[in-house]
């Protein structure tokens, strides 16, 4: 394998990471995102303390809570059912994650304070499933003026130094460029709150190999908080976010950086508000994106044939089909999610088959290709350890599909002879429109380092931080969708 290009240095690694990397292309306008970068930002969105139980070191009981919905669009009412055990008062700060000159997030509103009253770890219903039946707590009407993006609200005792985060999403009926689809229903699957209560545990003991259940009869909710993160890397301060500071953020980070018109949303908008796809040029899948229902299948599948370009900044994504149920404490739709199987034929839609954990280089192999255009890479050069843990391979046999990039990885299962190959693909659709599959669960990792994100390290291996041949390679693809985009979305 061929080295780093020698003009490509750690002194230039460590500027691109110090220094906006803008780029021009020629269909950016103001839009209420750059409008929204402009206002002042704060740091203080982070979490400072934190206290896990002793018992599973995994979730906060002296403070936690979740929200009503995973999303929602201006004007509707959100519920935090929050617990403080033992009782005492806390306050919510609302903050907008974004750029805001690089701080992060943007202060919104603070809520309280509200008396804190513990509420109950709830028993098992059907198939395991945790379905808390907690009290609102506090209750807020999402302003008008709020912009779409990902919140969290940030839970503090007003006595003691303890905070949680509670996680949701605000939408916008309105055309934009980019719809970027937050990967819940994977940070929902990985759950354990409050104990051993993921779609991978199935109450037996695990064995030291850290072995996964992955069988039937396992049902997950989103009526409950998030507990710690845990897998390939632990990161407390993340606490009660899901995934999106690890793998989501970043992009989200980035792009508000380079004044991109985006608009958010949940994985469950995908199934029950499939609107979404049509006021959006590019839709985008990020980071951990293992699980869909067929519906969200047939929908941007819809919206692909339709127009509209896909960009899979992700790994791992549609591995695995899933049921959704109506939750039993509020007959809400899409609460409750149990896996059903392999979602086979993803390959015809993203362009690549999806695989589970591996690790390695991400090497150029169509270095002539536009997608590379300024990004000074010759075939055989490389971004190190950007492919993880989980990835994509195996090309489909699609028209003008073209391989952009390919390695062999260092994989930790074999399952097929398949496994361990990676590829990075980019097809033309048939209105004009195209698809771009990175291939990997690390990509954003390549485009940002904002505060409250931890880089990925553990045995599996590590990433090296923000590239601006990551940036370039994103920023090409995205001009280029804007450019021949034949939808009109405003």
């Known amino acids: ?43 203080e969105w982070q979490l400072k303390h934190y206290r896990f139980d002793e018992l599973t070191g995994l979730r906060s009981p002296r403070l936690e809570g979740y929200a009503s919905e995973t999303s929602l669009y201006t004007g509707a009412k959100l519920d935090f059912m929050v617990s403080a055990d033992p009782a005492q008062a806390f306050h919510i700060d609302v903050y907008r994650t974004g750029y805001y000159a690089g ?113 039937p009869n396992v049902r997950t909710s989103f009526d409950r908080p998030y507990a710690r993160y845990g897998q390939v890397h632990e990161v407390a301060l993340s606490l009660g976010s899901g995934e999106y500071l ?51 299948y047939d929908h941007v599948m819809a919206a692909r044939e339709r127009g509209v370009s896909l960009a899979f900044l992700s790994g791992n994504t549609m591995m695995g089909e899933i049921i959704l149920y109506n939750s039993s404490v509020t007959d809400k739709p899409g609460r409750v999610m149990a896996r059903k199987g392999r979602l086979a034929d993803e390959q015809l839609l993203m362009g690549v088959r999806s695989f589970g954990s591996g690790y390695g280089d991400w090497v150029v192999r169509k270095a002539d290709h536009w997608i590379f255009e300024g990004a000074g890479m010759r075939n055989g050069d490389y971004i190190p350890g950007l492919v993880g843990w989980e ?24 399952r097929s002879p398949l496994d361990g190959k990676h590829a990075a693909v980019v097809f033309p659709c048939k209105k004009g429109n195209w698809v771009f599959n990175a291939g990997t669960i690390w990509w954003s990792e390549g485009l940002g380092n904002p505060p409250g994100h931890a880089p990925a390290a553990s045995r599996l291996g590590r990433t090296f931080g923000v590239d601006e041949r990551v940036q370039k390679i994103t920023a090409n693809f995205f001009n280029r969708c804007l450019r021949d985009s034949p939808l009109k979305t405003s």
């Open 246 to 296: 690890l793998w989501e953020f970043p992009l989200a980070y980035w792009m508000e950086q380079q004044g991109y018109d985006v608009v958010y949303c949940s994985n469950l908008d995908v199934e029950l508000d499939p609107g979404v796809l049509d006021r959006c040029k590019v839709f985008l899948s990020v980071g951990h994106d293992e699980y869909w229902t067929r519906r969200m």
């Open 103 to 215: 701080k992060g997030g943007r202060h919104m509103t603070r809520l309280g304070p509200f008396p804190g009253q513990p509420q109950p770890v709830p028993t098992m219903g059907l198939e395991r499933v945790r379905e808390c039946r907690w009290k609102s707590s506090a209750q807020i009407t999402i302003p008008r003026d709020w912009p779409s993006g990902v919140y969290l609200a940030k839970l503090s005792l007003v006595e003691d130094p303890i905070e949680s985060y509670v996680i949701f999403i605000v939408k916008e009926n309105r055309p934009a460029d980019f719809l970027f689809q937050c990967s819940d229903l994977t940070w929902n699957s990985y759950n354990k709150w409050p104990g051993h209560d993921s779609l991978y545990d199935d109450g037996l003991p695990r064995p030291t190999n850290g072995h996964y259940y992955t069988g």
């Open 1 to 43: 394998m061929s080295t780093i290009r020698s003009g490509f240095t750690r002194r230039r690694a460590l500027q691109t990471v110090a220094a906006p990397v803008l780029f021009q292309p020629g269909s950016r306008r103001a839009n209420p995102i750059g409008e929204e970068n402009r206002r002042p930002g704060t740091v």
């Open 391 to 414: 990835y994509h391979g195996v090309p489909a046999e699609l028209p003008g599909l073209e391989v952009v990039a390919a390695s062999d990885l260092a994989p930790f299962s074999r």
